[in-house]
C-alpha cells in the first residue's frame, strides 16, 4: 500500500485508528476456545466488527509465536483474511526486527512476500545496512522505533550524546537520509506526548505509529496537538483497550463499541484538516 492510498483510506473512514491484534489465548472469551483455530476466530471477528472504524491492524508477532506452529498458522490465515476481505486496510507486522545485511533481507521478504504485510516494525540499534534491506522493498514501509512508550525507554532513548542532543533524535535524524527513506515511519509512545513538537519538526512528513493511547494512559489529545501534519500523519494504535473490552459472547460488538468511541473523536481532527 502507498502512503497516498493509506492517507485516502484516512480520509473516507475519518478515523487514523489503528488496532492492535495482540491474541493471548489466557484473555479471549472461554467460548472461543472451542473453535478449531481460537486465535483466528478470534482476530475474524474483532476485524469484522471494527473494519469500518479501523483504517490499519497490528498484531504483535510475539502473541503468535508463543503457540509454535499453530499461532503461526493463525496469524498466516488472520493477514490473508485482512487482504482478501478488506484489502484497503494497512496492515503491520509488530515484529520489532532487525539485523546485518542478507539477514535482514529474509525477514523483510518473510513479512513483505510470503505473509503480505504492508508494513513491519524494526529496531535502529544495529544502523543503517541493518534497515536499508527493508527500505528497499517498494510500496512496503519500515517502522522505526524511535521513541517508545515502555519505563525501559529512559535507559538508552533520551540519553544526552555530547551535543546534549538526545540519542532518539539521532536516531531520527540519521535514518531519514537512508536509502529509500521515504518508506519509513516511526513509532513513538503516546506516553511521551509532550516530546511530540520536537520530533515533528525532526521528521514533519512522516507517518508516526502511536502505540500508548488506552490501557497505557495516554492521551490522544495531546497527541494530536503536536503529532499532526497536513496529511494527518499518525496511527494511532489501542490494542487491549479495544479488544478486550469484554470476554462474553458479545465481546466482537463491545470491541465495536469502543473503536467507535476512539474514531468520533479522531473524526474531529480529520474534519478539521479537511475543512
Not at 473453535?35 to 474483532?46: R, S
Not at 500508548?212 to 494527518?232: D, F, I, R, T
Request: charge should be neutral.
Amino acid at each position: 500500500m502507498t502512503t497516498a492510498e493509506l492517507v485516502q483510506q484516512i480520509k473516507q473512514k475519518k478515523s487514523f485508528l489503528c488496532v492492535g491484534l495482540d491474541a493471548d489465548l489466557d484473555k479471549i472469551p472461554e467460548h472461543l476456545l472451542q473453535e478449531e483455530d481460537p486465535i483466528f476466530a478470534f482476530n475474524k471477528a474483532i476485524i469484522d466488527a471494527t473494519h469500518k472504524l479501523a483504517v490499519a491492524y497490528k498484531p504483535n508477532t510475539a502473541f503468535y509465536e508463543a503457540y509454535g506452529v499453530k499461532g503461526w498458522l493463525a496469524l498466516e490465515k488472520t493477514i490473508r483474511y485482512i487482504n482478501e476481505q478488506y484489502p484497503d486496510t494497512f496492515t503491520i507486522a509488530d515484529a520489532k526486527r532487525g539485523d546485518i545485511g542478507n539477514t535482514s533481507s529474509r525477514y523483510a521478504k518473510a513479512f513483505f512476500e510470503d505473509l503480505g504485510f504492508d508494513s513491519v516494525t524494526v529496531a535502529p540499534y544495529m544502523g543503517k545496512d541493518s534497515v536499508e534491506p527493508f527500505l528497499a522493498f517498494p510500496n512496503k514501509h519500515t517502522i522505526l522505533l524511535a521513541l517508545t512508550s515502555n519505563q525501559g525507554a529512559l535507559d538508552f532513548q533520551t540519553q544526552a550524546l555530547v551535543n546534549n542532543e538526545e540519542l532518539y533524535h539521532k536516531v531520527l535524524k540519521t535514518a531519514v537520509n537512508w536509502k529509500n527513506s521515504q518508506n519509513l515511519m516511526f513509532v513513538v509512545g503516546a506516553t511521551k506526548a509532550s516530546s511530540f513538537k520536537t520530533i515533528r519538526e525532526l521528521v514533519p512528513n512522516h507517518f508516526l505509529l502511536v502505540p500508548g493511547v488506552g490501557a497505557q494512559g495516554g492521551n490522544l489529545k495531546e497527541v494530536c496537538e503536536y503529532g499532526l501534519n497536513n496529511q494527518v500523519g499518525l496511527l494511532v494504535n489501542s490494542s487491549r483497550g479495544i479488544i478486550y473490552a469484554s470476554r462474553q459472547t458479545d465481546f466482537a460488538e463491545a470491541a465495536k463499541n469502543k473503536a467507535f468511541e476512539l474514531q468520533q473523536q479522531m473524526k474531529v481532527y480529520v474534519d478539521q484538516l479537511l475543512s
